[in-house]
């Protein structure tokens, strides 16, 4: 039976799965960019939780991270149109159907990474912040 973070972190990936770009969990850099962009789901930091002592619970505000990268002639408006489609994603289902209290976007700090005879990428880490509690923090 899968623990309480991974069961969110596969819910979150599925949410993104949505998105008009290849969508990865934990995956290398490809050597080549998709068409529509792509973003590397990444699991990131659950961080030190807040814990409640009777019931004892686990409180977690856990940051996972999205690698966001697009490449081409028109790379600010594609990242651009990306980010919004991420936001819109998870704006349309804050909980992850019910398993999570809240997920939410941080703002990405985008660059421009150029590239020995092909088009630049624009890229940035888009952190993902997702609140929930669990009885173990093992579990």
């Given amino acids: 039976m899968p623990t309480t973070r991974e069961t969110i972190l596969s819910a979150l990936h599925a949410r993104l799965s949505t ?3 290849t969508v990865l969990r934990g995956e290398v850099l490809p050597e080549r960019v998709p068409a529509g962009g792509l973003v590397i789901l ?3 930091d659950p961080g030190e939780p807040e814990v409640t002592l009777s ?4 409180h977690y505000h856990h940051r996972a991270e999205l690698e ?3 490449q081409g002639r028109d790379r600010d408006a594609e990242f651009d149109a990306l980010c919004a489609a ?3 994603a ?5 909980t992850l159907g019910g398993l999570c209290d809240w997920v939410e976007a941080e703002a990405p ?3 421009d990474l150029p590239l ?3 088009a630049s990428l624009k890229a940035a880490v888009v952190p993902v912040v997702v609140s929930y509690s669990t009885s173990d923090p093992l579990a």
């Fill in 19 to 21: 998105l008009p770009a």
């Fill in 42 to 44: 990444r699991d990131g």
């Fill in 55 to 58: 019931p004892l619970i686990w």
């Fill in 68 to 70: 966001v990268i697009v």
């Fill in 86 to 88: 991420i936001g819109a």
């Fill in 90 to 94: 998870l704006a349309a289902d804050r």
């Fill in 109 to 111: 700090a985008p660059a």
């Fill in 116 to 118: 020995e005879g092909g």
